[in-house]
């Protein structure tokens, strides 16, 4: 019996780190545009952008995990591969980046306080959280596939 317990700890812990894994990746590929924008504005907040934007990729991978599984339930999200809403997960992952990284690294130099650049790391998951109301106002209700998810 121990052993077919922890069988299923592996596998939800296996499965739990995928989840994540593919949130950080969808995160990070479809947020290239924002990527670009952080290089050149990084040498205006040089301390500040890094730390917003580490903290906005490593909470937003598991704000993503968390809301794909139900965990968190703010919404139906589309699945991973649905190329119909690619243009609109670009602009708002982008957007919703570059707000966090790029506004919260200016906003804590501006206050003159490296620990705001901390708030990265909430603004990406507060931003996600608000994604499937923005998906369905553009496409109506995510057509969802239980067994091509992980």
């Known amino acids: 019996m121990s052993a077919t317990i922890a ?10 780190l995928e ?3 593919f949130g950080g990746a969808e995160l990070s590929v479809l947020s290239t545009p924002a990527f670009a924008a952080v290089l050149v504005l990084q ?9 917003a934007g580490l903290l906005a990729i490593g909470t937003g991978s598991v704000a993503i995990a968390l809301f794909r599984a139900k965990a968190v339930d703010v919404g139906a999200w ?6 119909a809403s ?15 990284t790029v506004g919260v690294g200016a906003g804590a130099v501006a206050a003159g306080s490296l620990w705001l ?10 931003g996600l959280a608000a994604f499937p109301s ?4 553009v496409h109506g209700e995510p057509l969802q596939h239980a067994a091509a998810e992980l």
């Open 7 to 16: 069988g299923l700890v592996r596998h939800r812990t296996i499965q739990w």
């Open 19 to 21: 989840r994540v894994f």
């Open 43 to 51: 040498t205006r907040y040089p301390d500040a952008i890094p730390i």
């Open 78 to 83: 589309p699945r991973r591969g649905e190329l």
């Open 86 to 100: 690619v243009p609109l997960r670009v602009g708002y992952f982008s957007a919703l980046f570059a707000l966090s």
């Open 117 to 126: 650049a901390l708030l990265g790391g909430v603004v990406q998951p507060l």
């Open 134 to 137: 923005v998906y369905r106002a």
